[in-house]
T-cell receptor
Framework: GAVVSQHPSWVICKSGTSVKIECRSL??????MFWYRQFPKQSLMLMAT?????????EQGVEKDKFLINHASLTLSTLTVTSAHPEDSSFYIC????????????FGPGTRLTVL | QKEVEQDPGPLSVPEGAIVSLNCTYS??????FMWYRQYSRKGPELLMY????GNKEDGRFTAQVDKSSKYISLFIRDSQPSDSATYLC????????????FGKGTTLSVSS
């Protein structure tokens, strides 16, 4: 159990376009979902935390108007990178946490975004 | 000083060696300590989870936490080529279901 999926796994887009990444908890209800960004050879940096039905809480330095997060249901959260630029190219990873026994963070496989 | 420090390596060992991976931290509020394994272009996979100080063993893996020194370790016995990956330490002041602070990760290569 405790499987988290992400879609797409890899996306290439042109500068100025928007990209939506989905994160799903497949076999448990995720009361909280987290979005991380990881640059090559760097650690995971938390971007935002979202609770189902509430607005996301963004970390300092993360533009909430650029990285739109929606957590509309207990199994789905989406991250939309608006007006993407090459510097947004990164590996985006979500994680999900629910109630016991799923009260750890279970990570998705990640989405690699390349902005040309 | 960063909240969590981890030597990025790379660390290369022969098959069968004992591997020691370490992290130090500065925030004394951290109580939950985790080790994740991440293969290239994949999401992190939870290996070990420890609350407060002490040791925890799971198969070939042993996690140690020394809160007095703000130092945590992961030992891998009888290392295998399949252990080759990046190992990330992560910590939280609250339970594991809350935001985690990650180390940079140590890249391990085990040669056969």
């Amino acid at each position: 159990g405790a499987v988290v999926s992400q879609h797409p796994s890899w996306v290439i887009c042109k500068s100025g376009t928007s990209v939506k990444i989905e994160c799903r908890s497949l076999d448990f209800q995720a009361t909280t979902m987290f979005w991380y960004r990881q640059f090559p050879k760097q650690s995971l940096m938390l971007m935002a935390t979202s609770n189902e039905g509430s607005k996301a809480t963004y970390e300092q330095g993360v533009e909430k108007d650029k990285f739109l997060i929606n957590h509309a249901s207990l199994t789905l959260s989406t991250l939309t990178v608006t007006s993407a630029h090459p510097e947004d190219s990164s590996f985006y990873i979500c994680s999900a946490s629910g109630r016991a026994p799923y009260n750890e963070q279970f990570f998705g496989p990640g989405t690699r975004l390349t902005v040309l | 000083q960063k909240e969590v420090e981890q030597d990025p390596g790379p660390l290369s060992v022969p098959e069968g060696a004992i591997v020691s991976l370490n992290c130090t931290y500065s925030n004394s509020a951290f109580q939950y300590f985790m080790w994740y394994r991440q293969y290239s272009r994949k999401g992190p996979e939870l290996l070990m989870y420890t609350y407060s100080s002490g040791n925890k063993e799971d198969g070939r893996f042993t996690a140690q936490v020394d809160k007095s020194s703000k130092y945590i370790s992961l030992f891998i016995r009888d290392s295998q080529p399949s252990d080759s990956a990046t190992y990330l330490c992560a910590m939280s002041a609250n339970q594991a279901g809350t935001a985690l602070i990650f180390g940079k990760g140590t890249t391990l290569s085990v040669s056969s």
